[in-house]
């Protein structure tokens, strides 16, 4: 249920664009045609009693408390499934009116006696409220037959369902189905017997519900409830601020009492989620306050030492000494540094600047180096921004979809939900991956084609794909003429129609018969609307770069960029992904992705930073670890990342963290990268911070802190004290003043300020004296770069083949309930769905090897030995396993090699060559990191004892 600034109109905006007009309550209002008169009501201030609807979801009428007089109708209509009229008089409140609601409201309390006093979730229950404004306090059909001892399912870790609480409404079921699209509540038995059940009439979490909270948001009693809500009370204080995970950057209400968070309430005016939330986002926040913090800062000399406890001073003087001392024997080039994907826009900045400014070299880079990298790269040639092309709400005007190496359910799973309503729309589907991945077959929705090609093959099948547009004459040549490179165009069109491109020629490399290829390359060339949506399984591999142009080469060649509905959209996988690349973060560009070397801007720069810049690009994180272990790169600082576990190649990773003088972490908590570390900075959780985060559609939107930063220091401020002891003089009040600064050095920002986020509520970039509020649809008209370029994208097999060694292919992905590394997730209850990476194996592949469901088994490449448990299902094809990275001692990234993308450097972690066998023992590697993890957890143990100050 909602209940902080947002009155609840009761049904969805109609979206259509004629309007009527009518009278309500001698009031004339004007609204879109297809209004609910509940709707048009509350648009002039009168809140018609409702129990049943709620304006997320389409109205319903089953609880007859909306009722209306209509002049010159008969009865009494419910508002909320009565549409507006011309010149209808409608009258809200009459005699009768309120005797009828009293009369539905006293049935309801005979069931559910107004014991709000002692509920834990009084102030919070719709039908508390009306029955207040109803005037009801008793009933006179009480005590009649009810459910009070009906039984709770507590089985999910986040929300009890309380079917005695429970007035049958029906939003909760509505609410799965339209919002959330999972469909795994129904309304068991009739009448007076019906009950609300989850699947098969199973606890939930024996359901298919996959925890998003979407039928808790709907349910206006205490029949669906948070438990921290349960245990906590009201909350007494709430901010609106954006969720610290994924790249859909959904808005909250966070709620406290006396400073502690009470729960995440989605945000219904929130531009990337409208209300809806998953079960990260919504409920695993936990580890914000879990034990394993670390809020004292702390040094060593040696990572064999134990760590010492020091104050801020002491850490960051420390620091600062030893940067500089490794500066004064090495050079200025022996240190650098990486910013966070996960970190504010504003701390971001704030780190580049300070490498730039006071390490005097321009070493600094981002995670996006080990994800979207090739985006950047790619989109930039062709089309001249390194960012998707549209918002999210775009999706709903789009008539053929292809997801192409991205999982949305699980990765992405709020905008899932938005893609999935589409789907049952009517809109078309294509998915291109190894895996089947849920999207191919959920209620309601299969995809039209499937296209299960082999790992590594991507650029050939997009070739393919092309090959069909182009020789059957699906391009769309005036939209050509008018808006690419004719050149280019002409030279990619000679390339793609080449026979050894079709996709007979192609069928033997990527394993997707003819027929398929062929299919889905006609439905998406003559969609009225063709949106492509791409995620790591586009980007991770050698020819990562490559691949995102072979799609915005696609995209251009059939008219589908440039408006709402199509577009070629990337799924950035961290809350900030997107913005800690528009800061700057990596070593040849500025903020902006304006290149170092261009002098006017450095000149920009380095007026305002009053500091010469260095014109040569620096060292990318694999550069950084390979100078590492050539002994000629010895310091650096770390914020919010922790490429020990989530760089490929792990072994390689701690070998050259191990080989450096200083490594500098900031974090949460001591992760796999920190057990390397000198020196350790208590980072500061989003929720006890200011600034500003960027998702996947380019929106900025704003991180508001709710409690105080455990460690007393928000991140940024670490930063500057760091760059002031290094004697480069930084100085903020606040993060706003941070944004001010890239708003004067960054033009696609030069209109954006936290009181403009403030007013619009999010911001999409490019925002400035041409898009004062932002820029929903990029490309509009013609190209960022002007004339799009199309670039002829050569299929070259990645170095990594199978042999008789290692004859199947690994490739990885992530999971609904854990995010990334898991430092976050592993620490909350959604443990609960999942504790430990598994191995997808086919069927196939697993009897050859002797292989059952839950046998341990190790997985061998040229990099490394890992061992985890099998999982034998169809999802994957044979020849083809599948895990993920989310449990350190897992090792995933053991296994993974040092290949990468040509361009970016991107590492290819969708293809290895692994054999896999049974096994009853972990790996050596997984016994050394055992040891490892146990020696440093008991060298942190000394350290709970003096207390840090300022
Ligand atoms: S939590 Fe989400 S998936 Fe589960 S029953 Fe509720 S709405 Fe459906
Ligand atoms: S659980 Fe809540 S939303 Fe679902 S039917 Fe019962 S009262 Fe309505
Ligand atoms: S979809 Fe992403 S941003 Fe939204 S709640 Fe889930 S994890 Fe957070
Ligand atoms: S709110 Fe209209 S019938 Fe329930």
Not at 546 to 555: G, K, P, R, S
Request: with cysteine; net charge neutral.
């Amino acid at each position: 249920m909602y209940s902080i600034d947002h009155v609840d109109a009761g049904t969805p905006v109609s979206p259509a664009t004629t309007l009527v007009t009518l009278e309500i309550d001698g009031v004339t209002v004007t609204v879109p045609d297809g209004t609910s008169i509940m709707r048009a009501a509350s648009q002039v201030g009168r809140q018609i009693p409702k129990l049943c609807a709620t304006d997320t979801l389409k109205s319903f009428g089953s609880c007859r408390l909306c009722l209306v007089e209509i002049e010159g109708r008969r009865g009494f209509p419910a508002s909320c499934t009565t549409l507006v009229a011309e010149g209808l008089k409608v009258r809200t409140d009459s005699e009768k009116l309120h005797a009828l609601r009293k009369n539905v409201l006293e049935l309801y309390v005979s069931d559910h006696p107004l014991v709000c006093e002692t509920c834990g979730a009084n102030g919070h229950c719709e039908l508390q409220n009306m029955a207040e404004v109803v005037g009801v306090t008793d009933s006179r059909y009480a005590p009649g037959a009810n459910h009070l001892s009906a039984p709770k399912d507590e089985s999910n870790p986040y929300f009890t369902f309380d079917q005695s609480m429970c007035i049958a409404c029906s939003r909760c079921i509505r609410a799965c189905d339209e919002v959330q699209g999972t469909f795994a509540l129904t309304m068991h038995g009739r009448g007076f017997a019906s009950k609300v059940a989850a699947s098969q009439n199973e606890p939930f979490m024996e359901s298919e519900c996959v925890s998003c909270g979407a039928c808790v948001e709907a349910c206006p009693t205490v029949a669906l409830t948070e438990k921290t809500l349960l245990a906590t009370g009201t909350a007494d204080k709430a901010a609106t601020t954006t969720c610290a995970y994924c790249g859909v950057g959904c808005s909250f209400k966070a709620e406290t009492r006396d400073g502690e968070l009470v729960r995440m309430v989605p945000n219904r005016n929130g531009h990337a989620n409208h209300g809806h939330a998953c079960v990260k986002g919504r409920f695993a926040v936990g580890y914000a306050t879990h034990q394993d913090r670390i809020t004292t800062p702390m040094i060593r000399a040696s990572i064999d030492d134990p760590w010492q406890q020091v104050t801020w001073d002491e850490a960051i003087s420390h620091a600062a000494r030893e940067l500089k001392r490794i500066q004064d024997k090495y050079g200025r080039y022996s240190i650098g540094g990486v910013t966070s994907s996960r970190c504010t826009n504003e701390e971001t900045f704030l780190v580049q600047k300070m490498i730039r400014a006071a390490f005097g070299n321009n070493n600094v880079d981002t995670c996006a180096r080990v994800c979207h990298s090739p985006t950047g790269y790619g989109l930039k040639s062709t089309i001249g921004e390194s960012a998707g092309t549209q918002r999210f709400d775009s999706v709903m005007k789009a008539d053929v979809i292809i997801i192409v190496g991205a999982n949305p359910t699980d990765g992405h799973p709020v905008f899932a939900s938005q893609m999935k309503r589409r789907l049952r729309e009517g809109a078309k589907l294509i998915v291109a991956d190894p895996r089947q991945i849920a999207l191919v077959r959920t209620p309601h929705i299969k995809a039209t084609h499937h296209l299960q090609l082999r790992p590594g093959t991507n650029v050939a099948l997009f070739n393919s794909l092309a090959h069909v547009v182009v020789t059957e004459g699906l391009t769309k040549d005036t939209y050509i003429a008018d808006r690419c490179e004719a050149d280019s165009f002409e030279k990619w069109k000679t390339f793609v129609s080449g026979e050894r491109n079709s996709p007979e020629a192609m069928q033997a490399v990527t394993g997707v018969p003819t027929a398929e290829v062929r299919a889905a390359a006609r439905l998406y060339a003559s969609a009225g609307n063709g949106a492509i949506y791409y995620g790591l399984g586009v980007t991770e591999h050698s020819q990562g770069t490559t691949m995102v142009m072979a799609i915005a080469n696609l995209a251009m060649a059939t008219g589908n960029l440039g408006r709402e509905g199509v577009g070629v959209n990337p799924l950035r996988g961290q809350n900030n992904v997107q913005g800690s690349c528009d800061m700057g973060s990596f070593p040849h560009e500025f903020s902006g992705y304006r290149h170092v070397s261009d002098p006017a801007v450095r000149g920009m720069f380095e007026r305002e930073w009053a500091v010469t810049l260095e014109p040569e690009p620096g060292l990318r994180i694999p550069n950084m670890f390979e100078a590492a272990l050539d002994g000629s790169f010895k310091g650096m600082y770390i914020q919010g990342e922790d490429p020990a576990q989530s760089d490929p190649d792990t072994q390689h990773v701690t070998a050259a963290l191990a080989s450096m003088e200083c490594v500098i972490v900031q974090d949460l908590f001591l992760t796999e990268t920190a057990k390397y570390a000198h020196v350790f900075f208590p980072g500061a959780s989003f929720l006890e911070k200011d600034g500003t985060f960027t998702n996947a559609e380019r929106r900025i939107s704003r991180v508001r802190k709710i409690m105080e930063p455990r460690a007393q220091l928000a991140d940024w401020e670490v930063t500057m004290r760091l760059a002031n002891a290094l004697g480069y003089p930084m100085h903020y009040d606040h993060p706003s003043e941070i944004m001010d600064e890239i708003a004067r050095l960054t033009p696609t920002f030069t209109g954006v300020s936290f009181d403009k986020i403030d007013q619009l509520g999010s911001i999409q970039w490019p925002c400035n004296d041409a898009a004062p509020e932002g820029t929903p649809t990029m490309h509009v008209g013609q190209f960022v770069r002007g004339k799009g370029k199309f670039f002829a994208t050569e299929y070259v097999p990645t170095k990594e083949r199978t042999t008789r060694k290692y004859p199947l292919i690994l490739t990885t992905g992530r999971i609904l309930t854990q995010y990334n590394v898991g430092a976050q997730t592993r620490r909350t209850n959604n443990v609960a769905w999942a504790s430990e990476d598994v191995l997808e194996i086919h069927p196939a592949d697993a009897e050859v090897r002797g292989i059952k469901d839950g046998d341990w088994v190790g997985i061998m490449s040229r990099a490394g030995e890992i061992v985890l448990r099998a999982d034998v299902t169809e999802r994957v094809r044979p020849g083809v396993v599948y895990t993920t990275f989310h449990f350190p001692e897992s090792g995933a990234n053991v296994v993974t090699t040092e290949n990468s993308d040509w361009a970016t450097n991107c590492p290819e972690y969708k293809v290895t060559a692994v054999e896999v066998m049974q096994v009853n023992q972990p790996s050596e590697w997984q016994k050394r990191f055992r040891a490892f993890t146990e020696q440093q957890l008991g060298l942190l143990k000394p350290r709970r004892q003096p207390v840090a100050t300022r």
